[in-house]
């Protein structure tokens, strides 16, 4: 009775997680047989950095980014895994995905050889711009709200999502057009798809704040 009951012991002290400095590892030992059974996996490290979305900072964006994920900030500010992209939604509105390793994130990342005159980047513009809840400050922010209701399980704009195309102007004016007046029924003020001269301004006002060219 007594090696049975040390036997148990040991068992459960096996398989208590090791915790240190706030990262929790599990350590098994091995019982003999094969040399595949002896080997150990290593740890996998997330390494975690910080970086920022600009159209003017934007706050309210979901972002995916490997085991990484959240919601920008005030100033647009969001974490990312290293060497891994980031994909970035306005609820189940796919923005783009930025590569790997970038800091500082715009419309222009978002979209392959993106510039200022590529049509797919003005519109991601436009869509931010037009969504602005608090329009006349220094940032553009999505609220709460807007994000849970841009969802595919919303009758109402589910069709408006599926056929929102941002390179293809006719598209993107239908559905983005819906998801605004939608989206920002509860505003205190009337918004409206911005147009793609004042988006193009307004993007590349910021892009020259911040020293991008």
């Known amino acids: 009775m007594m090696k049975q009951r040390t036997w148990m012991l040991i068992l459960v002290l096996l398989a208590v997680p090791i915790i240190s400095g706030g990262n929790c590892a599990f350590s098994f030992g091995s019982g003999g047989g094969s040399d595949d059974d002896d080997e150990r996996k290593e740890g996998l490290t997330v390494v975690v950095n910080k970086g920022q979305f600009v159209d003017a900072p934007v706050e309210g964006l979901r972002y995916v980014s490997g085991a990484v994920s ?80 841009a969802v595919k399980s919303n009758e109402s704009l589910a069709t408006a999502i599926d056929f929102l195309q941002f390179s293809d102007d006719p598209a993107f004016n239908n559905a983005a057009s819906q998801l605004v007046a939608v989206l920002t029924s509860e505003y205190p003020h009337t918004a409206m798809l911005v147009d793609g001269e004042t988006a193009r301004a307004h993007l590349a006002r910021s892009l020259a704040a911040m020293g991008v060219r």
């Open 70 to 149: 959240g919601i920008t900030g005030s100033d647009g500010e969001f974490e990312y895994e290293e060497g891994s992209a980031v994909r970035f939604f306005i609820g189940d509105i796919p923005l783009g995905d930025a590569a790997p390793g970038q800091d500082l994130v715009t419309p222009l990342d978002l979209v392959s050889g993106g510039d200022l005159d590529t049509p797919a980047v003005i519109n991601i513009a436009r869509l931010l711009q037009s969504l602005d809840a608090v329009p006349g400050d220094d940032k553009i922010t999505i609220p709460d709200d807007v994000r849970a209701a």
